[in-house]
């Protein structure tokens, strides 16, 4: 069911807007209003109503221009990036840069007010309500063949936990390779799709979901513990300026990993890591090990010691067995 973005607009201000004048404002009946606001709360966005004095939304709430968060980017960052899109809605920004990655050479950026079938990792949904938070993703060609972007993934995490420190939240962590975790909870997540020959080169679209300001009736839907940044901050972030940074951090570490690889951002991954010296389980689609985590390799494989025995892995999903 499609959202009526000019209603969204509208109430995005937070104030009372009566049937009557949204109905003049958007050309309709009051009645076709009626249907349109509740199709923005099927899409996750609360609308209060109340009798006599009309629709409003809990908060204010800002929309995602391209202009606006073009202009967060530097020049070096603007020169690098030859394309932006802002979608209303999308199945997925990262499937929509991966349909149209062989007709557009360059680097491409995307972003889209909702998702309506958000890919996580290990095949899992992202939850992407509408209007509230981030989902991003950037098409970027590297020279190097898939075999030496390993480490990519962890590059990726500390460029977005980057971002969120310089915004002001204290305490972030990074589970390997990239969640991004404040107080145990998830604050956000990446995912990277890699395609190329076996000797390169090849195209990573790298998608980034952080949650802004989770609808409490959409976060009850999350399978595993939640945060969004308007807790963590106390205040509500500006959506474009936050995109804008990302999409800035993301393009700068892209370039930065393609001329030096992991190297340069081990220091910081090593920093924001929340595992090492835990014992884990990793899984994998066909095993699982257990062990205790002794940090990173220089390719960003990580170190598990393995009853007493050091072991490298690659991938696979990460749950802490126990606090030690
Ligand atoms: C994870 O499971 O931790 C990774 C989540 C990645 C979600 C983002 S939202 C933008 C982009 N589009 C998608 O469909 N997924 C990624």
């Excluded at 989902?135 to 020279?143: P, Q, T």
């Excluded at 589970?175 to 190329?196: E, T």
């Amino acid at each position: 069911m499609p959202y009526n973005r000019q209603l969204l607009a509208l109430l995005a201000d937070g104030g009372f807007h009566s049937g009557a004048a949204l109905a003049h404002t958007l050309g309709v009946s009051r009645s076709a209003v009626w249907k349109a606001v509740h199709a923005l709360s099927a899409h996750g966005v609360e609308v209060y109503a109340v009798p006599g004095r009309g629709y409003r939304l809990p908060a204010p709430l800002e929309l995602l221009h391209g202009d606006t968060i073009l202009a967060q980017l530097s020049p070096r960052a603007r020169r690098m990036l030859d394309g932006l899109e802002v979608h209303d809605e999308l199945d997925s920004t990262s499937q929509h840069l991966l349909r149209n990655a062989a007709a557009w050479p360059g680097v491409h950026a995307c972003l889209a007010e909702r998702q309506t079938a958000g890919r996580g990792r290990r095949g899992r949904a992202w939850l992407s309500p509408l209007g509230h938070n981030i989902y991003l993703s950037v098409l970027w060609r590297f020279e190097q063949s898939p075999a030496s972007l390993g480490g990519l993934s962890l590059a990726a995490g500390v460029a977005v936990a980057q971002v969120l420190r310089a915004l002001g939240v204290q305490g972030l962590g990074l589970k390997w390779p990239n969640d991004v975790v404040w107080q145990g909870r998830k604050l956000a997540g990446i995912l990277l799709d890699l395609n190329g020959e076996a000797s390169g080169p090849c195209s990573v679209v790298t998608g980034v979901g952080l949650n802004v300001m989770m609808p409490q009736t959409q976060g009850a839907l999350i399978d595993q513990p939640w945060t969004d940044l308007n807790t963590i901050l106390g205040a509500p972030v500006l959506r474009n300026r936050c995109a804008g940074r990302l999409l800035e951090r993301l393009i700068v570490t892209f370039d930065e990993y393609a001329r030096n690889g992991l190297a340069p951002f081990l220091e910081p991954w090593r920093a924001f890591d929340t595992l090492t010296g835990k014992t884990v389980r990793l899984q994998w689609p066909q095993g699982s090990a257990t062990g205790r985590v002794q940090g990173v390799r220089e390719d960003g494989a990580l170190r598990l010691s393995v009853n007493g025995v050091m072991r490298y892995y690659n991938y696979g999903e990460v749950s802490v067995r126990e606090a030690s």
